[in-house]
């Protein structure tokens, strides 16, 4: 069973930032849709970004103008970049790939990583 790689992660005050990446082995990141989730203590697990096999991108509202997901074709590798962290966006970062055309919610992937962990102290 394939799995991805994540890491990246840290320890950080609030306004700092963060660039998580996702090793894809055994898979090609160009023909996947791929997405970063994140969960809590006691919450759900949230999508937090997409991107598509075309490379259109989405993001869930509470990120949006903070975080950017991109991926490196060459290094078969996806990145979240993370700025202007703030408290609540401590949780534990998996980013997760399909081959599926649709990329929504926790459902629809079928590739998932160990997962990273982001703190953020005010």
């Given at each position: 069973?394939v799995q991805?790689?994540e890491?990246?992660?840290?320890?950080?005050?609030?306004?700092?930032?963060?660039?998580?990446?996702?090793?894809a082995?055994?898979?090609?990141?160009?023909?996947?849709?791929?997405?970063?989730?994140?969960?809590?203590p006691g919450?759900?697990?949230?999508?937090?970004?997409?991107?598509?096999?075309?490379?259109?991108?989405?993001y869930?509202?509470?990120?949006?103008?903070?975080?950017?997901?991109?991926?490196?074709?060459?290094?078969n590798?996806?990145?979240?970049?993370i700025d202007?962290?703030?408290?609540?966006?401590?949780?534990?970062?998996?980013?997760?790939?399909?081959f599926?055309?649709?990329?929504i919610?926790?459902?629809?992937?079928?590739?998932?990583?160990?997962?990273?962990q982001v703190?953020?102290?005010?």
């Amino acid at each position: 069973q394939v799995q991805l790689v994540e890491s990246g992660g840290g320890s950080v005050q609030a306004g700092g930032s963060l660039r998580l990446s996702c090793a894809a082995p055994g898979l090609t990141v160009s023909r996947l849709c791929m997405a970063w989730f994140r969960q809590a203590p006691g919450k759900e697990r949230e999508g937090v970004a997409t991107i598509s096999r075309y490379g259109s991108t989405t993001y869930t509202d509470s990120v949006k103008g903070r975080f950017t997901i991109s991926r490196d074709n060459a290094k078969n590798t996806l990145f979240l970049q993370i700025d202007s962290l703030k408290p609540e966006d401590t949780a534990m970062y998996y980013c997760a790939a399909t081959f599926g055309s649709i990329c929504i919610s926790t459902r629809d992937f079928d590739y998932w990583g160990q997962g990273t962990q982001v703190t953020v102290s005010s």
